[in-house]
């Protein structure tokens, strides 16, 4: 039938930003029958029936995935063992479980093992959002033209693959598939490094007498800001991120240290080539993003 | 007389993405009678002349500056103790010359030292620039509600600092007048820390394997791309702006590694505390930034 949505009922565990934002791309591609949003605040589920982004609220995840043909977890990796375990028995036969974990294989690790067999897990991850938290900060917009990365495991029935991708294009996202151990050190480099400087830069700051602390807030157009905005991310999101991709995080940041310490020597010892040396091949980097058309 | 321009004659030694910006307000708002660049490059000088943005071009100091009622030194820093020496015998007595050093200690005494006692030095660092560099970067717009901090030394003649704060007023800018001391460890934190970083990180990406490093740019927009367009700020002018402010910079460098080192511990340990507990310490700061209506 042409009108048949995509997903007859989709539960959402867990809608902040991202989640919110796919419940409002599936409103306005007709891409749900049904949409159930399950969060643990009543302000959250408020919010959600307030949004019109869900049709029906609850605190419950037995009830939330009931009869569910997709269930969404994008809730803060920490929490997705307790969910997996939570669900399992109530799942649907064929149901599909995605998630939205900017870690891949330790979010698999916490949810396949408790997964029955009837059920088929595609793992996602799409490289989007905004500093900003929570399901009233969410739009339909935020994922057109940014990449989703699909982790799904060797045996992944193909047809579940397809139907999550395809809610993805019709996000306007770009899709890759990786293998879930090497999207954790690819964004390690791009996303989590990055994040774990800006938090470093900002608590230093934040660390200055007050007077200074006033200026550097005052001024901070010339640098500072661009890592106040990254620094503003959701805390308990970032705390699970570097929780959950120790490894290649502190491999990153061990390299990241060498470097700094190799400038810093530079500097101190007025080593002008060096630097000039450094900051022209860093340049070329730029372009190269330019070029990408990521910038 | 109502026509008369703030400066009958101005001389800019140097012609980049800053000096470029203001010769182009001076025109806008009729603000020199006569503009001369002086650039060492040919292409420079001829492109001034292609877009109109000065009268006069010369490869000579002496030249540039004869009878000019207004000096800008928009060079690297590296550069300003020998242009100041070059400059020093031709000056028109009562002349102003002033600057946009990013660093004003350093600035000041490769300068002030030179000049004769009959021209008045007023040292400035407009908060202003992107990526780009050369005079075709440049444009009028570039100071609108961005601030720029004069450090003018105590004795330095009012109606001097008052011309050169009218013409920064017309390009739209905010005036702030501060000890050149205090600039430089304000700027270390707000600016010269934060390009230090991003100019490691990107390096250290450089430095991955071939088709990592194209993974990292392809996927450049989860939080590395921003610390690309840092890095790509001009590679002299940073290399003289780190060796020129090198105490102060040094001195933020330290307490970051501290803050990095801690960090990188709690995340080794799994202190999901620690980590929580400074992210949303940080992110209070983005919200002063934005209340300060800086971001």
Request: glycine share 6%.
């Amino acid at each position: 039938v042409a009108d048949q949505p995509l997903f007859a009922r989709v539960a959402f565990i867990g809608i902040g930003l991202i989640g919110s934002s796919m419940a409002r791309v599936m409103r306005r591609d007709h891409l749900a029958g049904h949409i159930v949003a399950c969060a643990r605040r009543p302000e959250t589920r408020e919010a959600c029936l307030k949004l019109g982004i869900a049709d029906q609220v609850t605190a419950d995840y037995a009830e939330a995935v009931r009869d569910a043909d997709l269930v969404v977890i994008a809730t803060p990796i920490s929490t997705n063992e307790t969910i997996a375990k939570a669900i399992a028995a109530h799942l649907k036969p064929g149901a599909i479980i995605t998630d939205v974990g900017s870690v891949k294989q330790a979010v698999i690790d916490a949810i396949a093992p408790h997964l029955p067999s009837n059920v088929h897990f595609v793992p996602a991850h799409p490289l989007a959002g905004t500093e900003h938290s929570g399901p009233e900060s969410g739009f339909a917009e935020l994922f057109q033209g940014r990449w989703c990365i699909l982790t799904p495991l060797p045996n992944t029935d193909a047809t579940a693959i397809e139907k999550v991708s395809t809610f993805w294009r019709k996000a306007g996202s770009k899709l890759q598939t990786m293998q879930a151990g090497h999207h954790d050190k690819v964004l390690a480099i791009t996303s989590h490094l990055p994040h774990l400087i800006a938090y470093t830069i900002v608590g230093t700051a934040d660390d200055l007498a007050e007077d200074l602390k006033q200026e550097v807030i005052q001024y901070s157009a010339s640098g500072f800001r661009d890592f106040t905005r990254i620094a503003a991310s959701d805390p308990v999101m970032w705390r699970d991120i570097f929780l959950n991709n120790r490894e290649a995080t502190l491999d990153v940041l061990q390299r990241f240290t060498e470097d700094l310490t190799a400038l810093q020597r530079a500097i101190r010892r007025g080593d002008g080539d060096a630097l000039e040396k450094l900051f022209a091949r860093t340049r070329a980097i730029r372009r190269s993003v330019i070029d990408a058309k990521q910038a």
